[in-house]
């Protein structure tokens, strides 16, 4: 297992525009079977990441591997998935002729997730008539296609009605469950939540995070824990979970936690009832990250 080639790996990756830094020697991996979600705020270097991956784009320093090799998606484009934001289909071409060349040129067959994105009636309409959700899915529909080992696929839930996302949301995950590896660029802390196993957070062309969910919500600070207890836990306790009392009112105790989680099954053991957890979201966790970023004197305290 541990022996196997990464999907992907960046290591100390500059690209440069004229004099401005657009990623500043980015360093990260994925593994097989690994899910994660690049977020950061516009302008942070996601899509250049991407673009680096994919060959579309050369760093001046640093090197990419997708499956242990230079970039060449025209070999690799059967074992990987793209989603672009902008593919530069051709505008006139006919949705059914764009599934087939396209599905052709990866090597799988693009019906099937078209059927799921619902594309079959377009089949005769032309790419540039099509609404912005219905682009999307003939996108999604080229990049999903197939069982790819990888899918690297840039903000894919954008401009979709609700029951297309729920399809993307089914096929991300029968991606997962398959042992398929994801990275995915979003905005949508959600998604991001809810599919990827580690979040990586770009601020300013450098990575500033790499970590599960869960640890950067941790990292906030901002979690509350509150409880009826029967006793309290000891200060070594406390520390194991950054915990400390916020307010104690009759039985009922409140804490916060860096780790809410690891303090509630604790508090569980000594017997707490009604234990309630208010867990920072991973939107405010990223933008406290984000602020401490900007400026790490204004840090306030939860
Ligand atoms: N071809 C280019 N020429 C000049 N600057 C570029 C070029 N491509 C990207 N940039 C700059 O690099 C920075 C990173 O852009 P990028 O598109 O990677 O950001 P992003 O994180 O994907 O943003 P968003 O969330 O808005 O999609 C931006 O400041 C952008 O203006």
């Given at each position: 297992m541990t022996s196997r080639t990464a999907a992907v790996e960046l290591h100390n990756v500059v690209r440069r525009y004229g004099s401005f830094t657009a990623l500043d020697g980015v360093t990260f991996s994925i593994e097989s079977e690994e899910s994660v979600a690049l977020v950061g705020p516009n302008g942070a270097g996601k899509t250049t990441t991407i673009e680096c991956l994919l060959g579309l784009a050369t760093p001046q320093a640093g090197s990419v591997r997708l499956f242990g090799e230079p970039p060449r998606l025209?070999?690799?484009?059967?074992?990987?998935?793209?989603?672009?934001?902008?593919?530069?289909?051709?505008?006139?071409?006919?949705?059914?002729?764009?599934?087939?060349?396209?599905?052709?040129?990866?090597?799988?067959?693009?019906?099937?997730?078209?059927?799921?994105?619902?594309?079959?009636?377009?089949?005769?309409?032309?790419?540039?008539?099509?609404?912005?959700?219905?682009?999307?899915?003939?996108?999604?529909?080229?990049?999903?296609?197939?069982?790819?080992?990888?899918?690297?696929?840039?903000?894919?839930?954008?401009?979709?009605?609700?029951?297309?996302?729920?399809?993307?949301?089914?096929?991300?995950?029968?991606?997962?469950?398959?042992?398929?590896?994801?990275?995915?660029?979003?905005?949508?802390?959600?998604?991001?939540?809810?599919?990827?196993?580690?979040?990586?957070?770009?601020?300013?062309?450098?990575?500033?995070a790499d970590a599960t969910p869960r640890e950067i919500r941790g990292r906030s600070g901002f979690a509350r824990v509150s409880?009826?207890?029967?006793?309290?836990?000891?200060?070594?306790?406390?520390?194991?979970y950054g915990a400390a009392v916020l307010e104690i009112e009759r039985d009922r105790t409140t804490f916060t936690a860096t780790d809410a989680d690891g303090l509630a099954h604790e508090l569980l053991h000594l017997g707490a009832t009604a234990l309630e957890i208010a867990p920072v979201g991973l939107d405010e966790a990223i933008r406290r990250l984000l602020n401490l970023q900007r400026d790490p004197t204004t840090e306030e305290h939860p």
């Open positions: 025209t070999r690799q484009a059967h074992a990987v998935g793209v989603l672009l934001a902008d593919a530069g289909f051709p505008p006139s071409a006919p949705v059914g002729a764009l599934l087939d060349a396209l599905g052709r040129m990866r090597g799988v067959d693009t019906a099937p997730m078209a059927r799921r994105f619902g594309l079959t009636q377009l089949a005769r309409t032309r790419f540039e008539t099509l609404s912005l959700g219905q682009r999307q899915r003939v996108r999604l529909a080229i990049a999903l296609a197939g069982t790819p080992e990888l899918i690297i696929a840039d903000e894919p839930s954008t401009a979709l009605d609700l029951e297309a996302r729920a399809t993307l949301a089914t096929v991300l995950e029968d991606h997962r469950s398959r042992g398929g590896a994801l990275l995915l660029a979003t905005h949508d802390l959600a998604e991001a939540s809810t599919l990827a196993d580690r979040v990586i957070v770009l601020s300013h062309g450098r990575l500033i409880a009826t207890l029967r006793e309290q836990p000891d200060a070594d306790t406390l520390d194991r």
